[in-house]
């Protein structure tokens, strides 16, 4: 039977892809306080319903950055699209092309900026900006992005450490990936993903690896790196952030944002906007939820700067609930992640497609017909 959801995504995801693999994707860090928490907010998130109005058509349209998107969705940037598909990341731009939304490609994919954007011609392509130990190659990341003509820049600042997974060292299964007993059980048992997606990429360029490193630093996704030139900065700070406002002329966006002090930080800095994220309950496991510190932070920079959210998004009426709470638009990760293992580039629209319609049915029966009708009042309080 066809998906009817995103959770009917998830469990075909689930199916396909190596136990490793899919619980790379879908799972959290530590206790997971964080991801049930995600869902937890949400889940509890009421909306106002009002009857009568016209809801014959609603308009989902937001114009974000000075671009009007048919949906207030962006697709998150993901390290590992290119490993639940071949060519994952290409899949998901060329879903978000036919959707008329944009793709934000990640520094970690396995697929260059270039060969996503020869890939997925015309697509809506933002980048996301990982600073590496080396400031010297992340200038080249600025310079390559601002040669494809991309405009929205996300800078990611709520990674000091690699979060500690424990569900990826039992499964035998992280970056890089290690050989082990489980790990090759995991792969057999799997044969259809071992073969159209990992075997394929063997027998045609070889073993995966992070395509934005410098070919001298590449090292496959079995091997981990081993120069310090592009591990993630771990002394990262408001310097660096004021660095690439001097050096990116267009719009910069900080991702992992959960305070209202540091919305404000960023808005004197020069940032354009930011993205509220507890980063999908993958990071800190005690973070608070993006969708509880969303209206503190709205109240703070509203109306200055542009306002994005993420986390947890599985339905239209979770898109609805970050509008209500302050975002202008929301980036959604996991959700489409499943669609690309189902399905490359159809799979992922499946999901965007019933994301859509969701947003679509959500505001009709709460009698709202345009997203700027979605207002903090949009949430029921008892």
């Not at 199916?15 to 619980?23: D, I, K, S, V, Y």
């Not at 990826?168 to 970056?175: D, E």
């Given at each position: 039977?066809?998906p009817?959801?995103?959770?009917?995504?998830?469990?075909?995801?689930?199916?396909?892809?190596?136990?490793?693999?899919?619980?790379y994707?879908?799972r959290?860090?530590?206790?997971?306080?964080?991801?049930?928490?995600?869902?937890?907010?949400?889940?509890?998130?009421r909306?106002?319903?009002?009857?009568?109005?016209?809801?014959?058509?609603?308009d989902?349209?937001?114009?974000?950055?000075?671009?009007?998107?048919?949906?207030?969705?962006?697709?998150?940037?993901?390290?590992?699209?290119?490993?639940?598909w071949?060519?994952?990341?290409?899949?998901?731009?060329r879903?978000?092309?036919?959707?008329?939304i944009?793709?934000?490609?990640?520094?970690?994919?396995?697929?260059s900026?270039?060969?996503?954007?020869?890939?997925?011609?015309?697509?809506?392509?933002?980048?996301?900006?990982?600073?590496?130990?080396?400031?010297?190659?992340?200038?080249d990341?600025?310079?390559?992005?601002k040669?494809?003509?991309?405009?929205?820049?996300?800078?990611?600042?709520?990674?000091?450490?690699?979060?500690?997974?424990?569900?990826?060292t039992?499964?035998?299964?992280?970056?890089?990936?290690?050989?082990s007993?489980?790990?090759?059980l995991?792969?057999?048992?799997?044969p259809?993903?071992?073969?159209?997606?990992?075997?394929?990429?063997?027998?045609?360029?070889?073993?995966?690896?992070?395509?934005?490193?410098?070919?001298?630093?590449r090292?496959?996704?079995?091997?981990?790196?081993v120069?310090?030139?592009?591990?993630?900065?771990?002394r990262?700070?408001?310097?660096?952030?004021?660095?690439?406002?001097?050096?990116?002329?267009?719009?910069?966006?900080?991702?992992?944002?959960?305070?209202?002090a540091?919305?404000?930080?960023a808005l004197?800095?020069?940032?354009?906007?930011v993205?509220v994220?507890?980063?999908?309950?993958?990071?800190?496991?005690?973070?608070p939820m993006?969708?509880?510190?969303?209206?503190?932070?709205?109240?703070?920079?509203?109306?200055?700067?542009?306002?994005?959210?993420?986390?947890g998004?599985?339905?239209?009426?979770?898109?609805?609930?970050?509008?209500?709470?302050?975002?202008?638009?929301?980036?959604?990760?996991?959700?489409?992640?499943y669609?690309?293992?189902?399905g490359?580039?159809?799979?992922?629209?499946?999901?965007?497609d019933i994301?859509?319609?969701?947003?679509?049915?959500?505001?009709?029966?709460?009698?709202?017909?345009?997203?700027?009708?979605?207002?903090?009042d949009?949430i029921?309080?008892?």
């Amino acid at each position: 039977m066809k998906p009817l959801n995103v959770a009917d995504y998830r469990l075909a995801a689930k199916r396909r892809l190596p136990r490793g693999m899919f619980e790379y994707i879908d799972r959290g860090t530590e206790d997971e306080v964080g991801l049930r928490g995600i869902r937890s907010a949400l889940d509890t998130t009421r909306l106002d319903q009002h009857v009568l109005n016209d809801v014959s058509a609603p308009d989902t349209s937001a114009v974000i950055f000075g671009e009007k998107l048919p949906l207030p969705v962006i697709i998150s940037p993901t390290a590992v699209a290119g490993l639940v598909w071949h060519d994952g990341e290409v899949q998901l731009a060329r879903a978000a092309r036919a959707a008329g939304i944009p793709f934000c490609v990640a520094t970690q994919s396995m697929t260059s900026m270039e060969d996503i954007a020869a890939g997925a011609e015309g697509a809506n392509l933002w980048f996301q900006l990982y600073v590496f130990e080396d400031r010297g190659l992340t200038r080249d990341l600025l310079r390559r992005a601002k040669a494809l003509g991309i405009r929205n820049l996300l800078f990611t600042a709520d990674t000091p450490r690699s979060p500690k997974k424990e569900w990826n060292t039992r499964n035998g299964f992280g970056i890089p990936i290690k050989p082990s007993l489980a790990g090759g059980l995991d792969l057999l048992t799997h044969p259809r993903w071992s073969l159209a997606v990992m075997a394929r990429y063997v027998l045609t360029t070889g073993v995966p690896t992070y395509a934005h490193y410098p070919p001298e630093y590449r090292t496959s996704i079995t091997r981990a790196a081993v120069w310090d030139n592009v591990k993630l900065a771990r002394r990262l700070t408001w310097d660096d952030f004021a660095q690439v406002r001097r050096e990116w002329d267009g719009n910069l966006i900080l991702k992992g944002v959960l305070s209202p002090a540091d919305a404000e930080r960023a808005l004197s800095l020069g940032a354009d906007g930011v993205v509220v994220s507890c980063h999908g309950g993958r990071n800190l496991d005690s973070a608070p939820m993006a969708l509880d510190a969303l209206p503190k932070i709205a109240d703070a920079v509203g109306g200055r700067m542009t306002i994005l959210a993420d986390s947890g998004i599985r339905r239209g009426s979770d898109i609805v609930k970050y509008i209500a709470s302050g975002a202008d638009a929301v980036l959604v990760g996991r959700a489409t992640l499943y669609g690309t293992a189902v399905g490359g580039e159809k799979g992922a629209k499946g999901v965007i497609d019933i994301l859509a319609e969701e947003l679509d049915h959500c505001m009709a029966f709460t009698g709202r017909s345009r997203l700027s009708e979605i207002t903090r009042d949009a949430i029921w309080r008892p």
